[in-house]
């Protein structure tokens, strides 16, 4: 290696030093601040340890009432709506998959057609509401059963499964659904991981949803409180005095909890259970998407 090259090598690696800092230094300064006091964060000059720690944003944060059930929802929704949906697209996929599938083009374009052309925000809330699901937990799980985009990578994926293992199966007298449940699905874990990842963050990250179809208190998941708090300008507002004890009522009356404090709380602890995630799945990310995006 020359000079020229060892040059280059060493400036590549400051500038994915910089780069890689420039990202999670953002992350690693509100973690900080969540532990430190929150006058004291006003002061400023907070970077990267706490100077004064405290564990009370945390227990204020939790002492809302309704924080613990609202993580109950989004853990529930996210749970169901990746299961249900995986499963639901999945199966459409393999049946779109079939050559001897009646009319396949015409689903096809009819899938195809509502990745381009949807009917609005409008006309969705009306449907919606002629369904039913207004303020039911089943609007967090029926709109999501089906992605066109996932189902096109599933088919994609199925179409490159060697079609002799399902004709021996079936040989042996095994159905269709027996063929996608025992041969179908077990042989496609990675494209099912990195699938079931991408949808279970969106059900996660979702706040947009609860806030146009859901008014009751008890069915909103953790995201939208967190928006509620994010667009607060009064922590009271958020954490009224009737939804916290007496204790965590005289902190704020102390204002030793910030605004800005209490958020950064709020940020990790929304966001520490989905990133907890990302470890037991990473290896399937480019095995399963490139598995699924090749076509022969």
């Known amino acids: 290696m020359g000079y020229s090259d060892r040059v280059m090598v060493v400036a590549i690696y400051v500038l994915l030093i910089l780069l890689s800092f420039s990202a999670l230094y953002p992350f690693w300064n509100t973690i900080v601040v969540s532990f430190n006091v929150g006058l004291d964060t006003a002061k400023g000059g907070i970077t990267f340890w706490p100077r004064q720690f405290t564990w009370s944003n945390y227990e204020v944060f939790f002492s809302n009432r309704g924080i613990l059930n609202a993580f109950m929802i989004t853990i529930l929704r996210t749970i169901i709506g990746s299961i249900s949906a995986i499963f639901v697209t999945a199966l459409v996929a393999y049946s779109m998959s079939r050559s001897q599938l009646m009319g396949r083009k015409y689903y096809t374009f009819y899938f195809i057609f509502t990745m381009y052309f949807g009917g609005g925000l409008i006309p969705t809330f009306l449907l919606i509401n002629s369904l039913g699901l207004m303020n039911n937990f089943l609007v967090y799980i029926i709109p999501g059963l089906i992605s066109v985009w996932n189902m096109i990578i599933f088919r994609t994926f199925f179409k490159s499964l060697p079609v002799g293992i399902e004709e021996?199966?079936?040989?042996?007298?095994?159905?269709?659904?027996?063929?996608?449940?025992?041969?179908?699905?077990?042989?496609?874990?990675?494209?099912?991981?990195?699938?079931?990842?991408?949808?279970?963050?969106?059900?996660?990250?979702?706040?947009f949803a609860p806030t146009i179809y859901i008014t009751n208190e008890k069915l909103?998941?953790?995201?939208?409180?967190?928006?509620?708090?994010?667009?607060?300008?009064?922590?009271?507002?958020?954490?009224?005095?009737?939804?916290?004890?007496?204790?965590?009522?005289?902190?704020?009356?102390?204002?030793?909890?910030?605004?800005k404090s209490i958020i950064s709380a709020a940020i990790m602890v929304v966001s520490l259970p989905i990133i907890a995630v990302y470890p037991f799945v990473q290896k399937y990310f480019v095995k399963g998407v490139m598995i699924g995006s090749l076509k022969e």
């Open 220 to 259: 909103l998941p953790i995201q939208t409180i967190l928006r509620r708090i994010l667009n607060s300008n009064l922590i009271n507002e958020a954490f009224g005095s009737g939804n916290i004890d007496s204790a965590m009522g005289e902190r704020l009356a102390q204002k030793s909890i910030t605004n």
């Open 168 to 207: 021996s199966a079936q040989i042996d007298g095994c159905s269709n659904m027996g063929v996608f449940l025992r041969i179908v699905l077990p042989l496609s874990g990675p494209v099912i991981a990195t699938l079931g990842l991408f949808t279970a963050i969106a059900h996660w990250n979702d706040w």
